[in-house]
């Protein structure tokens, strides 16, 4: 750093030691022409003398100079690179020059600008956010009673009254899905503050899975879809953020096995190893991942061919997913054999809590 500063500062002063150094030519020019013109009016040491103390002078104000400045030169460079950071501009507080000070006003009025600018804008943000959780947790309570005339309706309407059981069945399946699309937006709004409302312990991740299969099991039985759970396996993560990840992997493996005819398996398999950490795998035998999707199924709002042939997928559950296990320092990655299946497999590191929010 202090060779690039140097570097720099002489290349600023260049023309004018050009200048000075075109004058002290021109000095001992002038006697040179004075000493032929008069002989005995000037010697060779004097000239020698002139241009020596010359040269001495400038050097001598070029190094107190650069003194002078190098503590500015050395904040500009600090700034550069921190040049991604808010408070990178702050760091500029040794301006030497009158140029320097008013590049140093107008930096400080760039940067109060848009700190004024950021605060606003956060402010907004966070009214967005809390008039988001505020309108899901109105709306929740409408969608649970519909769900629950919808049941009250099909327990008591007679079993020969088809279609009106299979109307009050279509209100509840369409409740499910709003609530669904509600616990969804809710998470990514709690997403925005994911430190606030994460509770680390090691966790029986067999139990998370059965929790999740036990909240789903409407689901899977008017699909044909029979779940199983292979192994058990322990983990150091959060319970209530892991299962919403499963939730979203079951609802996406649901989604595309439900349009294959016949009884559908969807396998939980737990591997636990001591130095490698634990993985847990999700295997349903839905009509697969074309192969050219499976790198951007983890992006925000992508849906894929067989999202787009469905007509109901938003995009947005494994990209949660995705960013939940960034965060907590899980690994989550999908292999797919396009018409027999997916498997998407979580994995706990055994230093994976180290890496929270680092991926």
Known sequence: M???????YLLDRLPFALAAFCIIGLGAGFMLLEKARYPGFTDNGTIAYFAGLSFFVIGVWLVYDYLRQ?????????ALERSGELEAGAIV????????RVAAALLKEQHRAYVNELGAY????????????QWVHHMKTPVSVVDMLAQEALRQMPAENAVF?????????EAEK???????????????????????????LHDVVRGVINKHKRLFIRHSIFPSVEGEAWAVTDGK???FVLTQLVTNAVKYSKVKPGAKKLVFRLQSDARDGSKLSVTDEGIGIASHDLPR????????????????????GLYLAKQVCDRLGHGIFAVSDPGRGTTITVSFEADGIHLLGGR
């Open 2 to 8: 202090n060779r690039r500063m140097l570097a720099a």
């Open 70 to 78: 190098a503590a500015y030169y050395r904040q500009i460079g600090q």
């Open 93 to 100: 507080r040794s301006p030497a020059t009158r140029e320097q």
């Open 122 to 133: 956060r402010r907004k943000q966070e009214l967005h956010h809390h008039f988001a959780l």
């Open 165 to 173: 059981r299979r109307f009050a069945g279509s209100v509840k399946e």
């Open 178 to 204: 709003m609530a669904e699309g509600l616990e969804l937006m809710l998470h990514t709004a709690r997403l925005e503050k994911f430190d606030l409302d994460l509770h680390l312990e090691q966790t029986p």
């Open 241 to 243: 953020w892991l299962s």
């Open 297 to 316: 199924i983890f992006h925000p709002f992508f849906t894929g061919e067989n999202g787009r042939a469905s007509g109901d997928s938003t995009g947005m």
